[in-house]
């Protein structure tokens, strides 16, 4: 057996014990129920109006403004960026099941998992900080900084001790193999000399989203050139996405929608025991594209929080960039010089930072100020203006709401002293569009051709009643659909052989987006009407109509052309079968 393969009871199973809703909204998309469905904003496109509906009972998602759709498995797969048999693990971990394999000779055995690794040594070096004997100075170090005994347990701070290969002895006694302590980055190897990454360090556990342990950060205690250390890269961490205390926080987030963004882990720790929960850290590495989509998953807004000076400035401007283009709205908080938020918590409590928060700047107010403290740009001489104009012009492109992006635009201008059609050209050379005044956009839905209501009519009962396509197979064929998207759906329909196979396993198993998005509108009613049965009959009646009337059209070209009696027989032969069903 492969070993990535995955049985299909296993699928099955999985997808019956997970819950969409639940899972949706654990992922940031807040969801209200309406009638038998739940609704809210999209998270695959930008809209004030929900039009992203879930189904509890057929399990299923689809969107009214993007069509984006499918099941428990697409949502992941398209949210989290990962393959099929990713996505099985993630929700088999979940749920407790344990994959068939898991111990066979071409995978690593269960105890020497990355994720249970980085359970032991976060367990590991928690005990070392609580140890007297051991951990006295770094808990005294942690509570120096402000660091309450509480934090110290909810986060499961910990502590590396200066010894060379500690924790590999550690790891080894618990049953750990040595390459997977390479593997999780928590031991090195210089030409066979094997020791501890971390060494007389406080140890920062990196939790993932789902709050399971990931890497770590380090902070020496002694004179090491690298203050802080955090793990490498490792199979279960990938830093570009990753934003430590989002565990934590999410639920914070989610309540109001509004996130602040620091740099590291005391800026994040301190403020959150006192109080301010829906704060999260980058970490000191530049804020990546991930990272502004996770956020966008939990947060409409975002203050950025970082230090006062040209350093803060530069990634204050970078992380605005990526945060706009994922259509949050950016606020910037500059703190006094030297001071990070959680200097500013311990020295003047937490109600100065959130001063500075209700002052944060505005994306325009930021970058003008950037651009003439900093960079010591003269907004008032042309030169200096023709590039400031530019650059500003660069970051308002990125605004996807139109308001906004005017609002923007005038108060650019206002500050600039300029006109605002001088930004408005810079901006269309960018390729924005200005919506037209006035434009009319009809919401009236086009009108369906009567053949394509009887073919989704028909589709609709089968995807309700399967039991029906014995019979609907006995009279028509996928051919017989004239609407491609309904005859390509058929196909799926018609190979469908039953027995242990749900009809659900073709939406599962397509890999069209626009054809599951197609098959999942069909499927989506969850109540077969009382007369479904006399429904189907005659959408097949008309449909079977429709198919002769195409086949007798045929037919009567090929008379006309070749005058043939062996058309014209089967011509009159058509019309007495359409007849017949008159």
């Known amino acids: 057996m492969a070993q990535n393969y995955i049985p299909k009871e296993m699928i099955d199973e999985l997808r019956d014990r997970v819950d969409l809703v639940e899972i949706i909204s654990e992922s940031g998309v807040p969801l209200r129920p309406r009638g038998k469905n739940f609704f809210g904003l999209c998270p695959f496109h930008q809209e004030n109006t929900p039009s992203f509906a879930v189904s509890p009972e057929r399990q299923l998602f689809r969107c009214y403004g993007c069509n984006e759709s499918g099941n428990v498995f697409h949502f992941l797969m398209k949210t989290e960026g990962l393959s099929f048999p990713e996505v099985i693990r993630l929700l088999a971990e979940r749920v407790g099941m344990s994959l068939p394999g898991a111990t066979t000779a071409t995978s690593r055995p269960q105890t020497t998992g990355l994720r249970e690794l980085h359970t032991f040594a976060v367990d590991y070096f928690h005990r070392q900080l609580l140890d007297r004997s051991a951990g006295s100075h770094a808990l005294r170090y942690l509570r120096d900084r402000g660091i309450r005994m509480e934090t110290i347990q909810e986060f499961k701070l910990g502590f590396a001790a200066p010894g060379r ?16 302590m390479l593997e999780g980055g928590l031991i090195k190897d210089r030409d066979g000399n094997r020791y501890d990454t971390f060494r007389n360090r406080v140890m920062f556990p ?33 830093k570009s996405k990753v934003i430590y205390n989002l565990h934590a926080a999410r639920s914070a987030i989610q309540q109001t929608r509004d996130v602040i963004l620091v740099e590291g882990y005391m800026d994040t720790l301190i403020p959150y025991q006192e109080g301010i929960h829906n704060i999260v850290a980058s970490l000191g590495t530049s804020l990546t594209e991930h990272h502004a989509r996770l956020l966008h998953r939990y947060a409409d807004r975002v203050v950025i929080t970082y230090d006062g000076d040209r350093a803060g400035f530069d990634a204050a401007l970078r992380g605005l960039h990526l945060l706009v283009k994922q259509g949050i709205h950016v606020r910037v ?11 500013l918590v311990r020295q003047r409590g937490t109600q100065a930072l959130q001063e500075y928060i209700q002052r944060s700047m505005n994306l325009v107010v930021f970058q ?7 960079q010591n740009r003269n907004l008032h001489q042309t030169i200096d203006k023709t590039e400031v104009i530019k650059e500003l012009a660069t970051t308002l492109s990125y605004v996807q709401s139109y308001t906004e992006l005017n609002e923007y635009v005038h108060k650019a201008a206002a500050d600039l002293m300029i006109d605002d059609s001088l930004l408005w050209h810079e901006l269309r050379r960018l ?11 009809s919401t009236s839905k086009r ?9 989704r009519q028909l589709l609709e009962c089968l995807f309700q009643r399967p039991e029906l396509l014995v019979e609907a197979r006995q009279h028509i064929e996928p051919g017989d659909f004239g609407v491609a998207d309904y005859a390509r759906a058929a196909r799926l329909l018609w190979s469908w052989e039953g027995g242990d196979r ?21 499927a989506w009613k969850t109540e077969s009407p009382e007369n479904i049965t006399e429904i189907f009959k005659g959408s097949l009646a ?11 059209l045929s037919r009567r070209h090929e008379v006309a052309e070749s005058n043939d009696m062996d058309s014209l027989r089967e011509l009159l032969e058509l019309r007495a079968r359409r007849k017949a069903l008159d």
């Open 165 to 180: 290969d500690l924790f590999l002895k550690a790891g080894t006694r618990a049953g750990f193999t040595i390459k997977s």
């Open 206 to 238: 990196i939790y993932d989203e789902q709050g399971n342990p990931v890497a770590f950060g380090g902070r020496a205690l002694d004179d090491s050139p690298a203050k802080y250390m955090n793990s490498p890269e490792t199979p279960i961490y990938q």
């Open 333 to 343: 908080a500059t703190l006094p010089n030297e001071m990070d938020p959680d200097d």
């Open 368 to 374: 003008l100020q950037l651009m003439s403290r900093h």
């Open 431 to 441: 390729g924005v569009q200005m919506p037209r005044s006035r434009q009319r956009v």
């Open 447 to 455: 009108r369906e051709h009567p053949r394509a209501s009887i073919e």
């Open 502 to 522: 749900e009809l659900q396993d073709i939406i599962d198993e397509c890999e069209d987006e626009h054809l599951r998005s197609v098959m999942v509108g069909l």
């Open 542 to 552: 008309r449909l079977r109509d429709y198919a002769l009337k195409d086949l007798e």
